[in-house]
Each structure stands twice: as C-alpha cells, then as structure tokens.
C-alpha cells in the first residue's frame, strides 16, 4: 500500500533561520512522482514541484530546496532564510505512475504546519 | 490568478438549507476532483469526474450530490448537511488522460460551516 509520512506535525522558526521539512514515503511501485504543495491560511493548496522516481538530481528554486533520496524513500524540503510569508502548511503527496485508477490518485501526507516568527 | 477557481469561498448554511459550491477550471484538463479537509484530519478525496463522468465515489453521503455538466465546471449540491460536515472543500482538477502523474492542482476552497 502506497502511504507518505511527515513525521514534523509543526515547527516554529524565527525568520531567517532554514528550515527542513521531512517525508518519508512507501509504495511497491519501481516508477512515481512525488510532489509538494504549500497552504496557506487562506487555504488554496499551491502547487510547488513535481519529481518521477527517475530523476534524483536536487533541485533547487529560489529559497527553496528538495532532496530526493530513494535509498531511504526520503523527498525532503528546505526553505532556506525564511521569511513570514512561508507560513502555511506543507503537504507532500505520492502518485502512481502505472494507474490501477482510471485517474491520477494522490496520497497526501498529514502535513506540517510551519511557523515563521519575525 | 489561479487556473481553478471557487464559488462562494465562504458559506454559513443551515441544516435544512440546500446549497451548491461552483468550481471552474481554465487549465483545459480532462479530471476534475472534489476534496474535503476537515480540522485536523487528512485530506480526503470525495468525487472524481474524467470526462463529466463520475469514476469515483468515495462512499460519501448522498446529502452531497455532484454535478459535472461539461469538462470546465464541476458542482457540490449541499442538502440537509450536518455540523460535522464544516469543513474546507477543495475543487481540483488534472490533465488525466495525458498519462499518469499528472499534476493536480487546486482551487482556493470553500469554507462550509453547518450551523
């Protein structure tokens, strides 16, 4: 069965500080994306990156960081010097690539609320 | 200016009321999708429509109906709703039929609160 975990339920950073926010994923699947959207107060989940299982390279947009490791089934993401408006609520979500599902079934982790105090 | 947009983003209803959240897409996907995100629960998937026809059904209570009259325009017809059912509800939508992984992107939410 196909689940994502991120274990960090909420973290308080002062601003400028980096911040790290875990996923760990599980799925028998050899071929997947993994993908992060952010939420904030107002609620849209805004869509941030999506990564198949075949590309491990990091990247790297702005402030933002993901390292995907597949040794540990890791998709990772760092916000470097945060700022106020990166408060919001972080979800990284799992999809099949080889659908049982006549569409695109996301698993969502729980998220982690992030809060970054001036 | 998102790609999906919602109708209204906050509604205060009755339990007797009847109501109904509009959604749009303007990104010219084949899927759309209907999520609920109640306080301190995980994200759950209520409907999925692949072009206009309902392929999912997550055993949700027939006191929500969904419409999806053509690929851009999804609907929630509210009706005889409970206090439990306050929640955030997510309109979605995706390219589908292009593969799978496709990315699913999100409207900005309609606050429901049943009174």
């Known amino acids: 069965a196909q689940k994502v975990t991120q274990a960090q339920t909420e973290i308080s950073v002062v601003e400028k500080e980096d911040v790290t926010l875990d996923c760990v994923y599980e799925?028998?699947?050899?071929?997947?994306?993994l993908f992060w959207y952010k939420q904030p107060p107002s609620g849209e989940l805004v869509f941030l990156i999506r990564r198949n299982s075949f590309d491990e390279q990091n990247e790297i947009s702005g402030r933002y960081s993901w390292n995907f490791q597949k040794s540990t089934s890791s998709f990772n993401f760092t916000i470097t010097a945060s700022q106020v408006v990166d408060s919001a609520v972080y979800f990284c979500a799992l999809s099949e690539a080889l659908r049982k599902t006549s569409y695109d079934k996301v698993i969502f982790g729980p998220g982690t609320s992030l809060s970054v105090i001036p | 200016e998102t790609g999906v947009t919602q109708t209204p983003r906050h509604l205060v209803m009755g339990m007797t009321n009847k109501k109904s959240l509009k959604c749009e897409q303007h990104l010219g996907h084949n899927a759309m999708y209907w999520y609920k995100q109640s306080a301190k629960k995980p994200l759950e998937l209520m409907f999925v429509?692949?072009?206009?026809?309902?392929?999912e059904n997550n055993s949700v209570p027939s006191r929500f109906s969904p419409e999806c009259p053509n690929s851009s325009h999804l609907f929630l017809h509210l009706h005889t709703l409970q206090p439990e059912d306050s929640a955030l509800y997510l309109c979605?939508?995706?390219?589908?039929?292009?593969?799978?992984?496709?990315?699913?992107?999100f409207g900005e939410g309609s606050w429901l609160t049943v009174v």
């Open positions: 979605a939508s995706s390219q589908d039929l292009q593969g799978a992984g496709n990315t699913i992107y």
């Open positions: 799925t028998r699947d050899t071929t997947y994306y």
């Open positions: 429509y692949s072009l206009e026809e309902r392929v």
